[in-house]
């Protein structure tokens, strides 16, 4: 174990002895260093120091405190000087030991420094205590009686003080006994300083904010497959036994009234729960729906302010907060006696955390299960190919299928229209076949709702001269700058980057006019009120959708039917619920299948399907339009028949062949660097030290690279990228800790990136 010690400074350092048995406490560094280190733990802050709890400790060239996460104490013989701890940061733990014993396997699965790990898993509002208050407690001083000399006098106010204390031994805030007392602050403070009177001083935190909102209990009955997946979760729940419960459910099956009741079962012998959503655009209408339903809610969410995040994990770590629900970080939740997990969308790729420490929450969520001997509840109409495949092959897996729409409602036909055959047939640039325009005429005329998809913000894709065809690309990054109506603007959707659009081609031998290419919401909004004048339009991407609160309000306004034609991006695509939507159309199914990535057939699959899911909910009834450039592919075929499990055969099939996940699984090395030439020989070097690891000793893995990255520059870094493939988890974890003990590869490893379990490639 590495120890911090220096004998440059005395203040900072014990002196030399003989072998003792004193209190050690390990630490790992907040900051982004990698390794536990031992510290003394001097007297006066013996009882303070506890794992879970932050400390400062000297550390580095300087010796300057720095904040670390306690991690264990023992007593320990020393054997060597060790430095002692400078400080207690933290009047209670943060971590308990079980989320200690989870950030250890994240720290070690997802190759990032615990200490690091353990910050994200608390919030820096809630290890700051932010919006807690400052309570001065005033006491009795416990002053011996001296007989030789007779007792002060004291005046009117100090004695309707002493009085006043006298009747409450545990103490008065001194706004409170000033009051109580009518004595002024000063006259208070001046027996302080005379040793007649105490002070205590300590944090408190306020009461958290209230989601509950008592609703009526909906008037339908469950039916048999729902009641069904009701009693085996509930089961597994009062058996307290670990278990990975897949709800699979077509779209419209009632999965969320399943969450409810399971979760009403759980607290009904005083336990916690649970609820993970995947973005918090959906945390809006099942915030309402449970809070309606429950008491004690609490919902965790970027979208809250420190002070709300503070104080309602303070809440729920308490056990006040019985119902939690929320998106990536509610899965550390601090609940002191949680009983279930639910994680609803399980597939989406968004509960993947794209900044070290880079978890995926699914995952997380099951090994918190695991080691709390607690179910987890993943529900989807379109699993992720390494749940379903892990159904089928692991014996803590197990499926619960809702196979039918509640009250017998049918799924909505789907059509595909072949948008180049269109395009053929008709004059002029359309970019809604009449397929779909004949769809909302119908809708709008029934005066019902419609959704339309188009996963592509702006205005148009891209800007590319008209005579050499060179695209306009971003000065910062490797990427089409993408033109907004609204801005007038040609705007980098990775970096951020705005420029005003130039009449020419930026190539000095070329004279070309820009014109512009593909299209996007800000497009298709453009046709859709030049063709529906009379609709009541909203946009929801992540250009008008800027706050959570202008997504709740959006959700209200389509609620309450102020809105007749719901047009966006994917946060649109899931998980919303409105009874009043008939017509569903995707603009251009062709998006996500152009992607580089093994996944890009299941993305699309899961696309289409989640969206069509929004259609026919209720007695409206409903059909589907996808639009699609490049022909039927047969994601797109199944998606039309909503037969998960045939994509599910064809897809497991191809990944088999090719070795791709579940059937191995990897871990993605970036090397980016300033100077392409410095990336690609950082990169082969980096990739060729590995092999060289694995072939010495006869590790089964291989490694698929480097080759320049799909985003081949981001922020004006060059980008270099290799897969590490290995056949299983444990197989890769024990490649990744070789390659950290053997400094080949660190999380520390400078220009380097490394994210297991990647769930894209660009």
């Not at 550390?332 to 900044?355: H, M, R, T």
Request: net charge positive; glycine share 6%.
């Amino acid at each position: 174990m590495p120890h911090e010690s220096d004998t440059s400074n005395p203040s900072l350092w014990i002196e030399p002895r003989e072998s003792r048995i004193a209190p050690v406490a390990r630490v790992s560094m907040v900051a982004a260093v990698d390794g536990e280190y031992s510290f003394a733990v001097p007297d006066q802050l013996a009882g303070r120091v506890e794992p879970g709890k932050r400390v400062l400790v000297p550390f580095g060239k300087a010796r300057e405190p720095q904040p670390a996460f306690c991690i264990a104490l023992a007593e320990e013989a020393w054997t060597s000087t060790l430095r002692p701890v400078a400080d207690v940061l933290d009047d209670q733990r943060l971590i308990d030991d079980r989320l200690l014993e989870l950030g250890r396997w994240m720290s070690r699965y997802y190759f990032c420094p615990l200490g690091r790990t353990l910050a994200a898993m608390v919030p820096e509002p809630v290890r700051s205590q932010s919006g807690y208050r400052t309570v001065r407690t005033v006491k009795l001083a416990a002053v011996a009686p001296d007989s030789s000399s007779p007792p002060p006098k004291l005046s009117r106010q100090r004695k309707a003080v002493l009085d006043l204390l006298a009747s409450h031994a545990e103490g008065m805030e001194i706004d409170e006994l000033s009051e109580q007392s009518g004595t002024s602050p000063a006259v208070i403070a001046t027996m302080i300083k005379a040793g007649l009177l105490t002070v205590e001083t300590r944090r408190e935190a306020p009461p958290a904010p209230n989601f509950d909102c008592p609703g009526a209990e909906p008037a339908f009955e469950l039916n048999a497959h729902q009641r069904a997946a009701i009693a085996a979760i509930a089961g597994a729940a009062a058996e307290a036994t670990f278990k990975v419960m897949l709800l699979f459910g077509v779209s419209g099956s009632g999965k969320t009234e399943v969450y409810i009741h399971s979760i009403r079962s759980v607290l009904a012998r005083g336990r916690q729960a649970i609820l993970l959503v995947p973005e918090i655009a959906l945390t809006t209408q099942i915030v309402n729906r449970l809070a309606s339903r429950f008491e004690d809610v609490a919902v965790i969410h970027s979208g809250l302010t420190g002070v709300q995040r503070s104080l309602t994990y303070t809440a729920i770590a308490r056990g006040e907060k019985r119902v939690i629900i929320g998106t990536r970080s509610a899965v550390f939740a601090p609940c002191p006696d949680l009983g279930l997990i639910v994680v609803d969308e399980e597939q989406e790729p968004s509960y993947k955390n794209q900044q070290s420490p880079r978890f995926n929450t699914r995952d997380v969520a099951i090994k918190r299960g695991q080691l709390l001997s607690i179910p987890v509840v993943l529900g989807s109409a379109t699993p992720s190919l390494e749940t379903w495949y892990n159904c089928q092959r692991l014996p803590h897996f197990q499926r619960i299928d809702l196979p039918s729409r509640i009250a017998g409602l049918p799924m909505p036909e789907v059509r595909f229209v072949d948008m180049r055959l269109e395009q053929k047939q008709r004059k002029g640039i359309h970019l809604l076949s009449q397929s779909m325009e004949e769809g909302l005429t119908r809708t709008l005329e029934k005066k019902q709702q419609a959704v339309l998809l188009l996963n592509r913000r702006g205005y148009s894709s891209y800007l590319v001269c008209s005579q050499c065809r060179q695209p306009i690309v971003c000065p910062h990054c490797r990427a089409n700058m993408v033109f907004h109506q609204s801005t007038g603007k040609a705007a980098c959707h990775y970096c951020s980057a705005k420029i005003l659009v130039p009449k020419r081609c930026g190539n000095p031998s070329c004279t070309g006019t820009l014109i512009r290419f593909g299209m996007g919401t800000e497009r298709v909004e453009e046709e859709l009120r030049s063709k529906f004048p009379q609709a009541r339009l909203a946009r929801a991407d992540s250009d008008t959708m800027t706050h959570t609160r202008h997504y709740e309000e959006l959700v209200r306004s389509f609620a309450q039917r102020e809105v007749d034609v719901l047009l966006g991006t994917q946060m649109i695509a899931k998980g919303l619920d409105f009874p009043f939507v008939s017509f569903v159309g995707v603009v251009n199914a062709d998006t996500s299948m152009s992607m580089p990535d093994f996944r890009s057939a299941e993305r699309t699959f899961q696309m289409i399907t989640q969206v069509a899911g929004r259609a026919a909910r209720a007695e409206a009834g409903g059909h589907v339009v996808v639009q699609s450039l490049a022909g039927e592919s047969a994601a797109l075929q199944f998606a039309a028949r909503h037969d998960y499990v045939g994509f599910a055969g064809h897809e497991l099939t191809q990944r088999q062949r090719a070795g791709w996940p579940p059937f191995s699984r990897l871990a993605r090395v970036i090397i980016s660097h300033r100077s392409v030439n410095q990336a690609q020989v950082e990169a082969n070097r980096l990739a060729e030290r590995i092999r060289e690891y694995l072939a010495h000793h006869a590790l089964t893995a291989d490694v698929l690279g480097p080759q320049s990255a799909p985003l081949s520059r981001l922020r004006n870094a060059y980008r270099f990228d290799f897969l590490i493939r290995a056949p299983h988890a444990g197989r890769l974890m024990e490649i990744l800790d070789a390659l950290r003990a053997n400094k080949i590869l660190t999380p520390n490893t400078r220009f380097a990136l490394v994210d297991v379990d990647p769930v894209a490639l660009l």
